[in-house]
């Protein structure tokens, strides 16, 4: 019999890719932003490289996923702040 257990770090990639969408539009907060994002992303690959041997939940590969979609534009629109504020476009 085989039990279901929770992806690793599936809430951590969820918090993050989250998180980092309204912060990429805050100035001292792009770099964390796209950490986050960049963390989020990595998170996500090693948990679907787990998901291969083990046997996990839908809802924590759901967490998982939603992180990372959400991840991806987050990070793209922190990394654009970045260039912006770094050039002096936005001052």
């Known amino acids: ?4 257990r ?3 770090l ?4 969820l918090v993050f890719g989250a998180a980092s969408i309204p912060l990429a539009f805050v100035r001292q907060l792009c770099v964390p932003a796209v950490i986050m994002a960049v963390l ?3 998170f996500h690959l090693w948990g679907k490289r787990r998901q291969r041997t083990a046997s ?4 924590s590969i759901k967490r998982s996923r939603q992180g990372f979609l959400m991840a991806i534009p ?3 629109c922190a990394l654009m702040m970045w ?3 770094a050039t002096g476009a936005l001052l």
């Open 10 to 13: 599936s809430t951590v990639t």
């Open 1 to 4: 019999m085989t039990q279901e």
């Open 6 to 8: 929770n992806l690793p």
């Open 40 to 42: 989020a992303v990595l």
């Open 83 to 85: 260039v912006l504020w």
């Open 56 to 59: 996990i939940t839908p809802a």
């Open 74 to 76: 987050g990070g793209a």
